[in-house]
Structures are given as structure tokens and as C-alpha cells.
């Protein structure tokens, strides 16, 4: 393969064929990640679930998949509430009557209980919705983060990144401190005074596509 991409050059066949195998690794990787929310709930992946019980299959996915936590790292049910409420900041009951909205447009709406595949059928309708939040989200937080004092220097206070929740109403910057720094967008330099560097806010992991490896 490196011989033909860097060397010899690859015609349309190679190019369809990469394309495929590329394909093929997300949906099977998609399939692991919805197997694991059926873990984290308790739920066997292989008999079908109510209809209730499907709403928070995808939404445990969903929720993971928008903040960037790869499932397989979820040990219990417990554990991923309270990583999305209080270190994301996430609101899942808004998640869940989104999880409702694509269970509906998906291909198998209104039934009174779900296998895995018919679930699984509905995850394209998740990424699409991920990749316009993801946009809208990260246009919103640029602009806003370009308001604060200090910002054409790259970097804000992180005194005045919790302040704009409670002075201005703004939820997107309420993530917990260490949070921040695991995801390493703190500069910290000056101790009594840490800042966040705009551009890796923007850039991190959970404000990306979601929390594949490729």
C-alpha cells in the first residue's frame, strides 16, 4: 500500500478500495462503541430491549460520542452521569429528547422494542447531527471567547471563563478545572493566574467529531 501511495501512485480502483476499508472500520468501530453502552446500562447486546430501554442505549452513546469519551473506558452507569453532568457540563435531559427526535427519523420509529441492528441503524443520523453541532458549537464558542478580555493575546483567564456563566448566562464554559488541564488547554505558567489558550480549547478532543481513534 505505501509503495502504491507514495511511489507508484493510486488509480480510482485502489482509491474505492481504501475508501471501503475506511468505511468499514467506522462502522465496526460504532458497533463496539454501541455495544459498550449497552454495558454501561447492564443490557445484553444481543436480545432486544424495550423501547425505554433503547432511548437511553442511545443516549448514553450520543452523549459520549458528542464530548469525545471513547465508551469502552466507561465503567458503570454511575461513573458516565456524573462525568457529563458535572465535568462536561452536559445536559442530558436535552440529549435524551434528542436521542428521542432520531429514534423517529430513524428507519425503525415507533416500536415497542429494539434489536441491536435496528439501533445500530441510527447511528448515521447521530454523526450527522454531531458534525452540525459540532460547527455550530465551535463557531458560537470562538466568537465568544474573542470577547474576553485579554483574548488577542490567544489566551483568556480562567477567572473570567467561569465568570461569563454566572455574569453573562453562557453554559458552554462551565468544565471543571482538571478537566481543562487533562485536556491541556491551561496554561499555567503563572500560577495565580491560569489562562486557557484559545486555540486548544477550540482544538481539543472533546470539541471534535467524536471519540474515534482514526
Sequence with gaps: FQDRAFHRGMAQQDLAVLAATIELVIRADAGQQLRSAYRVLGLDAY????????????????????????????PSEQWWQEVMEQDVGMDLSYVRSQAKDWIKAGPHPALESYSFAQLHAILPLIAEAHRQWVHGTFSKAKDRLLTFEGSNSGRVRLTDFYLSYSEKGWTGFRERK?????????????????????????????????????
Design 178 to 214: 482538571e478537566f481543562l488541564q487533562q485536556l491541556g488547554v491551561l496554561d499555567e505558567s503563572d500560577a495565580l493566574q491560569p489562562r486557557v489558550v484559545i486555540s486548544n480549547y477550540l482544538q481539543n478532543p472533546k470539541n471534535c467529531e467524536g471519540p474515534w481513534g482514526y
Design 47 to 74: 436480545t432486544s430491549i424495550s423501547s425505554d430501554k433503547a432511548l437511553d442505549v442511545v443516549t448514553v452513546y450520543a452523549s459520549c460520542y458528542r464530548s469525545g469519551i471513547h465508551l469502552s473506558s466507561v
